[in-house]
């Protein structure tokens, strides 16, 4: 197993407060802030926001499905109950189906398919646009955020040690490729409290939240 650090390629301070979602659409990455409930697309070339959308709740999660359309885990009310939304610039946010439980964050898309995960249980869930699960993959950890590149699936998994008293978060990312019982291995750790996983074509993305931090990365040979 490679337990060697992610390269980090640029390590930039957000557009916008607490960086939560991330997703790429071929020109511009999108990003959510947590606490102020706003969605960004950034130009990653000048690090300037060129549009901000103002979602129907907190967005936890995106990816773009390519031609312009996106989908959006979106957290309401008090409970923070979360449910996946379709975007597309001419028709604004449409609700899709709830997350099981009301329970669901990051998101991906192999090409054909839409993936929603559940952090606390590990699961990587293949799903249809009326919610109906196809198949799922459990990743033996927690996730905080996937994409796919060429087909390979690749995941944050780990453990937020959330209820451990000084325990900081400990994540890596591992990759697994598209066949059923294929196995998923580490491939390098992250060295930071990392939320979402993005791919621009060259280069990986994932936020440091509390630092307020977006970092791009490679991965080591």
């Known amino acids: 197993m490679n337990t060697s650090n992610i390269i980090e390629r640029k390590r930039l301070a957000s557009p ?16 959510s802030s947590r606490d102020l409930g706003t969605l960004y697309k950034i130009d990653i070339d ?18 773009s499905l390519g031609d312009g359309e996106m989908r959006f885990t979106i957290g309401k009310g008090l ?16 609700k899709l189906f709830a997350c099981p439980d009301f ?36 990743v033996g950890a927690e996730v905080c955020g996937h994409t796919f590149v060429d087909g390979t699936l690749y ?35 992250i060295p930071f409290a990392s939320r979402s996983l993005t791919f621009d074509g060259d280069h990986f993305w994932s936020n440091h939240r509390a630092a307020n931090e977006t970092i791009c990365f490679t991965l080591p040979i």
Not at 164 to 180: L, Q, T
């Open 46 to 63: 000048t690090w300037k926001t060129v549009d901000e959308i103002d979602p129907p709740g907190i967005v936890w999660a995106g990816v």
């Open 103 to 138: 329970t669901g964050s990051y998101l991906s898309f192999d090409g054909e398919h839409l993936y929603f995960s559940q952090w606390y249980k590990g699961d990587v869930h293949q799903v249809e646009d009326s919610g109906r699960i196809q198949r799922t993959i459990n």
């Open 16 to 31: 916008t407060v607490t960086p939560q979602a991330l997703a790429w659409d071929g020109a511009n990455l999108w990003m």
């Open 155 to 189: 995941v944050i998994r780990g453990r937020e040690n959330k209820d451990v008293p000084g325990k900081s978060e400990e994540w890596r990312i591992a990759r697994r490729d598209r066949s059923d019982g294929a196995r998923i291995e580490d491939v390098a750790a």
């Open 79 to 94: 409970n923070d109950d979360r449910y996946v939304y379709r975007y597309a610039p001419d028709d604004g946010f449409m």
